[in-house]
């Protein structure tokens, strides 16, 4: 199978239980609770994407900051899972996704000019605020990125504000392609060939339901897509990817270092194996997590490989671009409500530091992009604590090396 067709998602708990939707005040002020510290991480990682920076010290720092602020949360409530809902990945240029590597891994440096894409995800007792940003080392309002990567990155950005439009009830996820596709032409470029955004519910970061938005689809997609209708209350991780090539990807030699949790059950023969997925179940539930969490590397290795083979792990492997053509992603979660719909994180891009020749010339779109949008939900930080995480973060990341 193809990798995107592998990232299906599963349900925690009893299934004959009734979920709870945002319509619940509790739910609802968890989403935004992680999708406020999603994006106050997203900030602090977007400053340590810098000349000279390892790729391992900027996704340590990110994780730790996630951690370090959803453990000011729901103190009282000693069961309840929180932290990371996708581990931090850095990827440059080509490289499309889930890059997040190894002490043992080569190390990786930034250089000024990379374009580079930044993903990670929050979650407050499963319920889950992922977020996706991308940037140019060094670009400024003096000195903007121009050219194919230039096209790519406003590309994915105003297709990303274009669904945050068109998701509300009653809308559909063909009028969502649609604008996705009309804006990538504009700009000369092409979306990812089957990337899936979705709706996402508790314990929940990937599509295991019908509801999917399928970008550039593939022709055994395009005969198994289901035309779905947006309706209130409920929750989607909108998720462009962008290319200046034809939009085909293939995967990277890198090491696979993100797993997750799958269905399956299967008795373990081997203690490190047993212990390993023990460790996983009670630190990460359902949630995606990397290799680089667990202290002794040798070790979860070693009780990888079998819960792998036996396929109680779903392995996230390293994409790139199949041209090797620079790939632009923004990604976002939004919240359907009555009135319309609430994006809780994302929306960073200045597009002032980009500059094209190419621009939207289709009336629909422009006024479609023209219309307001909901950028942001919450009150205000305690800036004072999140320096301080930070800066814990920033101590704990240089360790690794």
């Not at 991308?134 to 950005?157: E, F, K, N």
């Not at 994409?319 to 979660?333: G, H, I, L, R, S």
């Amino acid at each position: 199978k193809q990798w995107y067709q592998r990232r299906v998602a599963i349900t925690a708990g009893d299934s004959e239980e009734e979920e709870l939707t945002i319509e619940n005040d509790a739910v609802l002020t968890k989403y935004k609770t992680a999708g406020e510290i999603s994006n106050m991480v997203l900030k602090a990682v977007i400053t340590e994407v810098i000349p000279g920076a390892s790729v391992i010290n900027v996704c340590s720092f990110g994780d730790k900051l996630i951690l370090d602020e959803t453990a000011k949360h729901y103190k009282k409530d000693k069961n309840l899972k929180k932290g990371v809902a996708f581990p931090t990945c850095i990827c440059i240029n080509e490289v499309v996704c889930h890059f997040s590597p190894l002490r043992s891994d080569p190390i990786v440096l930034i250089n000024a000019g990379d374009l580079v894409k930044i993903e990670l995800g929050v979650h407050i007792d499963g319920y889950a605020a992922v977020v996706a940003h991308t940037l140019v080392v060094g670009a400024t309002l003096d000195s903007p990125v121009t050219g194919p990567t230039a096209d790519a990155i406003l590309a994915a950005h105003n297709c990303a504000e274009a669904a945050l439009r068109l998701i509300k009830a009653g809308n559909t996820n063909v009028q969502v392609t649609d604008a996705i596709q009309k804006i990538t032409d504009s700009y000369k470029c092409t979306p990812l060939e089957g990337m899936l955004s979705y709706q996402i519910k508790r314990y929940q970061t990937e599509a295991d339901t019908d509801k999917q938005i399928v970008l550039n689809p593939s022709e055994s997609q395009k005969k198994e897509i289901k035309n779905i209708e947006f309706a209130v209350h409920e929750v989607y991780a909108m998720d462009v990817f962008v290319t200046s090539g034809n939009g085909k990807t293939k995967e990277h030699e890198a090491t696979t270092t993100v797993y997750r949790r799958t269905e399956e059950t299967y008795l373990l023969k081997m203690k490190a194996s047993r212990a390993f997925y023990s460790d996983v179940c009670n630190r990460f539930t359902l949630m995606p997590f990397t290799l680089r969490a667990f202290e002794e590397e040798t070790k979860a290795r070693m009780g990888l490989k079998e819960c792998v083979t036996h396929e109680l792990l779903q392995a996230y492997p390293v994409q790139m671009d199949a041209e090797a053509n620079p790939v632009a992603q923004f990604k976002f979660t939004v919240l359907v409500v009555p009135n319309g719909n609430i994006r809780i994180n994302g929306g960073l891009l200045d597009t002032a530091t980009c500059k094209t020749e190419n621009k939207i010339e289709d009336k629909e779109i422009l006024s479609l992009l023209a219309q307001s949008a909901n950028r942001k939900a919450g009150g205000k930080k305690k800036k004072k604590k999140a320096k301080s995480a930070v800066d814990e973060a920033k101590s704990e990341a240089a360790e690794v090396n």
